[in-house]
């Protein structure tokens, strides 16, 4: 079987959406977790001081990038930002470890990505938290089901809400249930 499903989540998820507009041929199912495209929220964190300049959180793993690349500074801060609800707290100390950094102009230029789709007529998944803080200020009512209006050409709009689910989905105890309807997706399209 020769099918290409790309899997996109937040950044990634946006740059997905982007990539289904300028080629939306290339793809025979899309998959998106943790995005919508509410652009009102996407700034919070930077502005409340969540996200601060990781050459100076932790200079020995992040001392040779400029200081435009940003991070959660504190367990707590990362915590804030990214968890909600029902998740294994002991998962929080790995995750700080292993987080990632973002950069400020990556951000701005989001809206600019969560564009209307209107070539794509593939079937399209959507899955998030419904208190994903950073695409949805926490709570994710009907930000996530503006993929209909985006994807209006779709063969099939699938959008799936999390309950007690923050922003990294794939870290809470809704990920089992997200795989299970994500593979489900896909089986219905035979995929």
Request: charged share 20%; aromatic share 12%; net charge negative.
């Amino acid at each position: 079987m020769d099918k290409v499903v790309p899997i996109g989540f937040s950044l990634g998820a946006v740059t997905l959406i982007s990539l289904a507009d300028q080629y939306p041929e290339d793809g025979d199912a899309i998959v998106l977790h943790g995005v919508s495209w509410n652009a009102a929220t996407l700034y919070p964190a930077f502005f409340a001081g969540f996200q601060v300049a990781a050459a100076q959180v932790d200079p020995a793993k992040w001392g040779h990038i400029p200081t435009s690349y940003t991070t959660q500074s504190t367990p707590r801060s990362r915590e804030i930002t990214c968890f909600y609800g029902d998740y294994d707290k002991g998962i929080l100390p790995l995750d700080f470890e292993l987080r990632d950094f973002d950069t400020l102009g990556a951000s701005i230029t989001i809206p600019s990505h969560t564009v209307y789709v209107k070539g794509y007529t593939g079937p399209v998944f959507l899955g998030n938290g419904d208190e994903d803080a950073t695409f949805c200020g926490r709570r994710c009512g009907v930000d996530p089901y503006e993929m209909w209006p985006n994807f209006p050409n779709a063969a099939d709009h699938v959008v799936k809400i999390y309950p007690e689910t923050g922003h990294v989905i794939h870290l809470h105890r809704a990920v089992t249930q997200l795989i299970e309807d994500t593979h489900a997706f896909l089986l219905k399209w035979n995929i």
